[in-house]
Protein backbone atom coordinates (compact mmCIF):
# COMPACT_ATOMS: atom_id res chain seq x y z
CA UNK A 1 0.00 0.00 0.00
CA UNK A 2 3.04 2.31 0.71
CA UNK A 3 4.39 1.77 -3.11
CA UNK A 4 1.04 2.68 -4.54
CA UNK A 5 0.01 5.55 -1.58
CA UNK A 6 4.12 6.48 -3.46
CA UNK A 7 2.95 6.11 -6.24
CA UNK A 8 0.11 7.95 -6.80
CA UNK A 9 1.63 11.07 -4.96
CA UNK A 10 4.43 11.48 -7.01
CA UNK A 11 2.29 11.42 -10.60
CA UNK A 12 0.31 14.32 -9.20
CA UNK A 13 3.66 16.03 -7.99
CA UNK A 14 4.88 15.07 -11.18
CA UNK A 15 2.14 16.58 -12.90
CA UNK A 16 3.06 20.13 -11.29
CA UNK A 17 6.91 19.06 -12.65
CA UNK A 18 5.52 19.03 -16.17
CA UNK A 19 3.72 22.01 -16.17
CA UNK A 20 7.31 23.83 -15.29
CA UNK A 21 8.97 21.84 -17.68
CA UNK A 22 6.47 22.05 -21.20
CA UNK A 23 7.23 25.98 -21.09
CA UNK A 24 11.28 25.47 -20.94
CA UNK A 25 10.82 22.52 -23.73
CA UNK A 26 8.56 24.85 -25.80
CA UNK A 27 11.08 27.20 -25.87
CA UNK A 28 13.87 25.44 -26.86
CA UNK A 29 12.03 23.50 -29.49
CA UNK A 30 11.50 26.53 -30.83
CA UNK A 31 14.04 28.63 -30.84
CA UNK A 32 16.72 26.48 -29.21
CA UNK A 33 17.54 28.58 -26.61
CA UNK A 34 18.16 27.09 -23.19
CA UNK A 35 16.74 29.71 -20.90
CA UNK A 36 17.85 29.62 -17.31
CA UNK A 37 16.00 32.04 -16.26
CA UNK A 38 13.01 30.16 -16.48
CA UNK A 39 13.24 29.12 -12.85
CA UNK A 40 13.23 32.34 -11.68
CA UNK A 41 9.82 33.11 -13.56
CA UNK A 42 8.49 30.13 -11.53
CA UNK A 43 9.36 31.78 -8.69
CA UNK A 44 7.98 35.16 -9.33
CA UNK A 45 4.60 33.72 -10.39
CA UNK A 46 4.74 31.84 -7.03
CA UNK A 47 4.86 35.57 -5.18
CA UNK A 48 2.42 36.95 -7.73
CA UNK A 49 -0.20 33.57 -6.70
CA UNK A 50 0.77 34.54 -3.06
CA UNK A 51 0.38 38.67 -4.12
CA UNK A 52 -3.58 37.68 -5.32
CA UNK A 53 -4.28 35.75 -2.32
CA UNK A 54 -2.74 38.03 0.35
CA UNK A 55 -4.19 40.95 -0.92
CA UNK A 56 -7.02 40.46 -2.93
CA UNK A 57 -7.94 37.07 -1.66
CA UNK A 58 -7.95 35.15 -5.08
CA UNK A 59 -7.66 31.43 -5.17
CA UNK A 60 -4.56 30.51 -6.81
CA UNK A 61 -6.24 28.23 -8.82
CA UNK A 62 -8.26 30.87 -10.26
CA UNK A 63 -5.77 33.39 -10.65
CA UNK A 64 -4.00 30.65 -13.05
CA UNK A 65 -5.63 32.75 -15.87
CA UNK A 66 -5.08 36.15 -14.87
CA UNK A 67 -1.15 35.19 -14.39
CA UNK A 68 -0.80 33.18 -17.30
CA UNK A 69 -1.83 36.49 -19.43
CA UNK A 70 0.21 38.80 -17.66
CA UNK A 71 3.41 36.07 -17.64
CA UNK A 72 2.92 35.40 -21.54
CA UNK A 73 2.97 39.19 -21.96
CA UNK A 74 6.30 39.96 -19.51
CA UNK A 75 7.50 36.83 -21.80
CA UNK A 76 7.16 38.68 -24.98
CA UNK A 77 8.12 42.02 -23.70
CA UNK A 78 11.33 40.55 -22.47
CA UNK A 79 11.97 38.80 -26.03
CA UNK A 80 11.29 42.09 -28.02
CA UNK A 81 13.65 43.95 -25.95
CA UNK A 82 16.80 41.68 -24.73
CA UNK A 83 16.60 37.73 -26.83
CA UNK A 84 15.57 38.84 -30.19
CA UNK A 85 18.66 40.25 -30.37
CA UNK A 86 20.76 36.97 -29.67
CA UNK A 87 18.61 34.57 -31.56
CA UNK A 88 17.61 33.68 -34.96
CA UNK A 89 19.70 35.02 -37.82
CA UNK A 90 21.95 36.68 -35.20
CA UNK A 91 21.90 33.43 -32.93
CA UNK A 92 24.94 33.96 -30.77
CA UNK A 93 24.65 30.87 -27.62
CA UNK A 94 27.51 32.69 -25.11
CA UNK A 95 25.26 35.47 -25.41
CA UNK A 96 21.97 33.45 -24.78
CA UNK A 97 23.67 31.82 -22.05
CA UNK A 98 25.06 34.73 -20.20
CA UNK A 99 21.63 37.18 -21.09
CA UNK A 100 19.07 34.65 -19.39
CA UNK A 101 21.40 33.89 -16.19
CA UNK A 102 21.58 37.68 -16.21
CA UNK A 103 18.03 37.79 -16.28
CA UNK A 104 17.82 35.08 -13.78
CA UNK A 105 19.93 36.86 -11.40
CA UNK A 106 17.80 40.25 -11.89
CA UNK A 107 14.54 38.25 -11.01
CA UNK A 108 16.22 37.01 -7.71
CA UNK A 109 17.38 40.50 -6.93
CA UNK A 110 14.23 42.09 -6.98
CA UNK A 111 11.99 39.66 -4.82
CA UNK A 112 14.83 39.32 -1.99
CA UNK A 113 14.99 43.64 -2.00
CA UNK A 114 10.67 43.86 -1.94
CA UNK A 115 10.29 40.41 -0.30
CA UNK A 116 12.96 39.97 2.01
CA UNK A 117 14.43 36.27 1.85
CA UNK A 118 12.27 34.66 4.75
CA UNK A 119 9.88 32.17 3.59
CA UNK A 120 6.43 32.41 2.02
CA UNK A 121 3.53 29.95 2.32
CA UNK A 122 -0.21 30.23 0.79
CA UNK A 123 -2.25 28.70 3.61
CA UNK A 124 -5.37 28.21 1.67
CA UNK A 125 -8.16 26.95 3.64
CA UNK A 126 -8.60 23.37 2.24
CA UNK A 127 -4.46 22.85 1.70
CA UNK A 128 -4.10 20.76 4.88
CA UNK A 129 -7.25 18.89 3.52
CA UNK A 130 -7.72 15.89 1.28
CA UNK A 131 -9.67 13.01 0.70
CA UNK A 132 -9.46 8.87 1.08
CA UNK A 133 -10.39 6.58 -1.86
CA UNK A 134 -10.13 2.98 0.47
CA UNK A 135 -7.18 3.82 1.89
CA UNK A 136 -5.10 5.89 -0.51
CA UNK A 137 -5.15 9.78 0.63
CA UNK A 138 -5.49 12.14 -2.41
CA UNK A 139 -4.38 15.49 -1.17
CA UNK A 140 -6.34 18.19 -2.33
CA UNK A 141 -3.42 21.08 -3.57
CA UNK A 142 -1.80 18.39 -5.17
CA UNK A 143 -5.05 16.90 -7.32
CA UNK A 144 -5.88 20.40 -8.32
CA UNK A 145 -2.17 21.25 -9.66
CA UNK A 146 -2.20 17.40 -11.63
CA UNK A 147 -6.05 18.60 -12.92
CA UNK A 148 -4.35 21.64 -14.08
CA UNK A 149 -1.73 20.35 -15.85
CA UNK A 150 -4.09 17.82 -17.87
CA UNK A 151 -5.94 20.63 -19.13
CA UNK A 152 -2.66 22.59 -19.84
CA UNK A 153 -1.15 19.71 -21.75
CA UNK A 154 -5.01 19.86 -23.47
CA UNK A 155 -4.87 23.31 -24.58
CA UNK A 156 -1.35 23.65 -25.45
CA UNK A 157 -1.92 20.31 -27.73
CA UNK A 158 -5.50 21.98 -29.35
CA UNK A 159 -2.91 25.15 -30.07
CA UNK A 160 -0.46 23.77 -32.11
CA UNK A 161 -2.04 20.85 -33.80
CA UNK A 162 -5.20 22.87 -34.82
CA UNK A 163 -4.77 26.25 -35.23
CA UNK A 164 -3.08 28.28 -37.56
CA UNK A 165 -0.35 30.02 -35.36
CA UNK A 166 0.34 27.37 -33.47
CA UNK A 167 1.28 25.63 -36.73
CA UNK A 168 3.19 28.56 -37.64
CA UNK A 169 4.83 27.97 -34.07
CA UNK A 170 5.91 23.99 -35.39
CA UNK A 171 6.86 25.47 -38.90
CA UNK A 172 9.08 27.92 -37.25
CA UNK A 173 10.59 25.05 -34.81
CA UNK A 174 11.21 22.37 -37.35
CA UNK A 175 13.04 25.18 -39.47
CA UNK A 176 12.52 28.98 -39.56
CA UNK A 177 14.30 29.83 -42.80
CA UNK A 178 11.73 27.29 -44.60
CA UNK A 179 9.37 29.17 -42.77
CA UNK A 180 10.74 32.55 -43.44
CA UNK A 181 10.54 32.03 -47.01
CA UNK A 182 6.89 30.73 -46.48
CA UNK A 183 5.62 33.99 -45.32
CA UNK A 184 5.66 33.34 -41.40
CA UNK A 185 7.31 36.23 -39.47
CA UNK A 186 9.95 34.08 -37.42
CA UNK A 187 10.69 36.77 -34.76
CA UNK A 188 7.22 37.32 -34.16
CA UNK A 189 6.66 33.80 -33.50
CA UNK A 190 9.08 33.49 -31.90
CA UNK A 191 8.33 36.43 -29.67
CA UNK A 192 5.12 34.24 -29.08
CA UNK A 193 6.27 31.09 -27.98
CA UNK A 194 8.73 32.52 -25.50
CA UNK A 195 6.05 34.38 -23.87
CA UNK A 196 3.98 31.19 -23.96
CA UNK A 197 6.62 29.24 -22.66
CA UNK A 198 7.10 31.64 -19.53
CA UNK A 199 3.14 31.64 -19.14
CA UNK A 200 3.32 27.92 -19.00
CA UNK A 201 5.91 27.69 -16.44
CA UNK A 202 4.32 30.57 -14.95
CA UNK A 203 1.37 28.49 -14.10
CA UNK A 204 3.06 25.58 -12.78
CA UNK A 205 4.56 27.85 -10.04
CA UNK A 206 1.28 28.90 -9.29
CA UNK A 207 0.28 25.37 -8.43
CA UNK A 208 3.23 24.59 -6.77
CA UNK A 209 2.94 27.80 -4.44
CA UNK A 210 -0.28 25.96 -3.22
CA UNK A 211 1.93 23.16 -1.43
CA UNK A 212 5.52 24.31 -1.34
CA UNK A 213 7.22 26.77 0.82
CA UNK A 214 8.92 29.07 -1.66
CA UNK A 215 11.25 32.52 -1.26
CA UNK A 216 13.65 34.32 -3.42
CA UNK A 217 15.82 31.21 -4.44
CA UNK A 218 13.18 28.79 -4.82
CA UNK A 219 14.10 28.62 -8.78
CA UNK A 220 17.36 27.57 -7.59
CA UNK A 221 15.55 23.95 -6.10
CA UNK A 222 13.88 23.13 -9.42
CA UNK A 223 16.11 24.34 -12.17
CA UNK A 224 17.86 20.79 -12.17
CA UNK A 225 14.40 19.15 -12.45
CA UNK A 226 13.28 21.27 -15.60
CA UNK A 227 16.03 20.44 -17.45
CA UNK A 228 16.62 17.03 -16.53
CA UNK A 229 12.36 16.74 -17.34
CA UNK A 230 13.00 18.43 -20.83
CA UNK A 231 16.37 15.90 -21.54
CA UNK A 232 14.41 12.71 -20.54
CA UNK A 233 11.46 13.40 -22.63
CA UNK A 234 13.47 14.66 -25.62
CA UNK A 235 15.09 18.02 -26.50
CA UNK A 236 12.51 19.86 -28.02
CA UNK A 237 9.51 17.70 -27.30
CA UNK A 238 6.61 19.04 -25.08
CA UNK A 239 5.54 16.24 -24.87
CA UNK A 240 8.11 14.21 -23.61
CA UNK A 241 8.70 17.48 -21.61
CA UNK A 242 5.39 16.51 -19.68
CA UNK A 243 6.15 13.05 -19.42
CA UNK A 244 9.78 13.76 -18.29
CA UNK A 245 8.16 15.66 -15.15
CA UNK A 246 5.76 13.11 -14.13
CA UNK A 247 8.53 10.63 -14.60
CA UNK A 248 10.91 12.74 -12.26
CA UNK A 249 7.79 13.21 -9.47
CA UNK A 250 7.63 9.55 -9.66
CA UNK A 251 11.02 8.21 -8.91
CA UNK A 252 11.36 11.04 -6.62
CA UNK A 253 8.67 9.90 -4.33
CA UNK A 254 9.07 5.89 -4.86
CA UNK A 255 12.50 6.07 -3.82
CA UNK A 256 11.75 6.77 -0.64
CA UNK A 257 10.70 3.50 0.02
CA UNK A 258 14.10 2.70 0.62
CA UNK A 259 15.92 5.51 1.24
CA UNK A 260 15.36 9.28 2.88
CA UNK A 261 13.41 12.06 1.28
CA UNK A 262 16.89 14.06 0.95
CA UNK A 263 18.12 11.93 -1.62
CA UNK A 264 15.20 11.54 -3.79
CA UNK A 265 17.22 14.10 -6.25
CA UNK A 266 19.62 11.33 -6.58
CA UNK A 267 17.48 8.41 -8.13
CA UNK A 268 16.43 11.53 -10.56
CA UNK A 269 19.95 12.10 -11.66
CA UNK A 270 20.43 8.40 -11.98
CA UNK A 271 17.83 7.82 -14.10
CA UNK A 272 18.84 11.02 -16.53
CA UNK A 273 22.30 9.13 -16.62
CA UNK A 274 20.97 6.01 -17.91
CA UNK A 275 18.37 7.78 -20.37
CA UNK A 276 21.39 9.67 -22.06
CA UNK A 277 23.12 6.76 -22.12
CA UNK A 278 20.77 4.30 -23.44
CA UNK A 279 18.43 6.67 -25.66
CA UNK A 280 20.34 9.82 -26.15
CA UNK A 281 17.63 11.82 -27.68
CA UNK A 282 14.94 11.33 -25.09
CA UNK A 283 12.02 8.96 -24.60
CA UNK A 284 10.23 10.94 -27.19
CA UNK A 285 13.14 13.06 -29.10
CA UNK A 286 14.26 11.85 -32.82
CA UNK A 287 17.68 10.94 -33.91
CA UNK A 288 19.07 13.80 -35.57
CA UNK A 289 21.28 13.23 -38.83
CA UNK A 290 23.48 14.80 -40.46
CA UNK A 291 23.48 15.48 -43.88
Do not use: C
Not at 87 to 111: K, W, Y
Not at 218 to 234: I, P, Q, R
Amino acid sequence: MDFIQLLVTGVLVGGTYALLASGLGLIFGVMRIVNFAQADFMMLAMFAAFILWNGLSIDPFLAIPLVFIAFVALGMAVHRGLLQRVSGRRENHDAQVILTLGIGLILQSLVLLTFSATPRLINLPYGQNGFFIGELFIDRPRLFAFLTAVVVAVALFAFLNLTRTGRAVRAASADWEAATYMGIDVQRTHRLAFGIGIGLTAVGGVALATFYPFGPFTGLDFVVVMFAAVVLGGLGSTAGAFAGGVLIGVVQQVSQLWSPASLSNVYVFVLFLLILLLRPQGLFGKVSRAI
